[in-house]
């Protein structure tokens, strides 16, 4: 079972239904069975249980490292505060992270949303092929049904919104991807001066990631020795909003297409990304132990990207990319 400490779930702003809907995609359209309706409940009511409220609010989003009194003065009444106790110092003038895709700092102010505080599980994406009629995931083979409850599971970009908009439809309100603002407001505490989405800010083998004797440990106690680092999420403490694994663990799709040079003309208030691209915005990184963890990847304000479909080189990448939904209260993402 994946442990759970959430202090506030508020997904109230919402009527949601008390059962879950049948499925009202293109690829399924005959009734669900007696059991796929349990299955389908199931992920229904796990799914307002681990949906969590996030006020809206102003920050600066980027590397942050970069800094000036002048930019702070564009949000003086947000969460954004320096050197919070316990999180990663913040230099004078000197960024934090590699590259130039995150360097403009720029304000963001974003409406209140819900996002889930898990990844999507495989458990909860064979419910979603299996009403849909879609080809089950590879990582059934990967993994087995064992622990199919607790890694988080891979796919495409497209696979991904769809199973968000699909999941909405059963919840009872519309539910797609995360857009990266709102993904780096809740890593950063809704927007305050730390680095690393961990319950401390900070990086602690053993304590709040795991080490690579853990990964390996578990590993070998399912028997899965020709498995690299496996995705398994909810077994260290959440960052203070209740959010689980957004340092590791798989890398997580937002809805936005990517451009290197977006933050520089990103419009502040509830940012989508460009109207077109050729890749979408990944976020966080892949399963990786605490002692072992590549700096750059693990910080809440680094960009990744990947085509939203995978090629024939690509396509064994796309076990690494997961998805956390949200439901967003005042605007409908595109």
Known sequence: MMKRNIAV????????????????????????SPELQQKIQKLVEKTKKNMIFVEGGSYLMGDFGLVTPEL????PNSMAVKNPKGNTEKPSNQPFSPGADNKTLHKVTLSSFN???????????NTFTEATGQAASTDNKRYGSNI????ATGMAWQQAKEYCQWLGQQVGTPMDLPTEAQWEYVARNKGQYTLFATNTGKVEPKKNLWGLDQ?????HLHDLQTVANIP?????????????DLVTNNYEWMNDWYDKDY???????????????????LRG?????????????GFNIARSKALPIPNDESKSKYRLYSVRCVANIQQTIK
């Open 9 to 32: 779930v508020l997904f109230s702003s919402f009527a949601l239904s008390a059962c879950a809907k049948s499925s009202e995609t293109n690829h399924k359209s005959s009734k669900p």
């Open 72 to 75: 702070e003065k564009m949000v």
């Open 115 to 125: 996002m889930n505080a898990y990844k999507t599980t495989l458990e909860d994406f």
């Open 148 to 151: 199919a409850h607790e890694v």
């Open 215 to 219: 990964y390996d440990n578990y590993r």
């Open 232 to 244: 398994v999420i909810g077994q260290t403490p959440p960052n203070p909003l209740g959010f689980y």
């Open 263 to 281: 933050y520089k003309h990103s419009p502040s208030n509830n940012p989508i990304g460009p109207k077109t691209g050729t890749e979408k915005v």
């Open 285 to 297: 990184t892949l399963a990786m132990g605490a002692d072992n963890l590549m700096m750059a990847d």
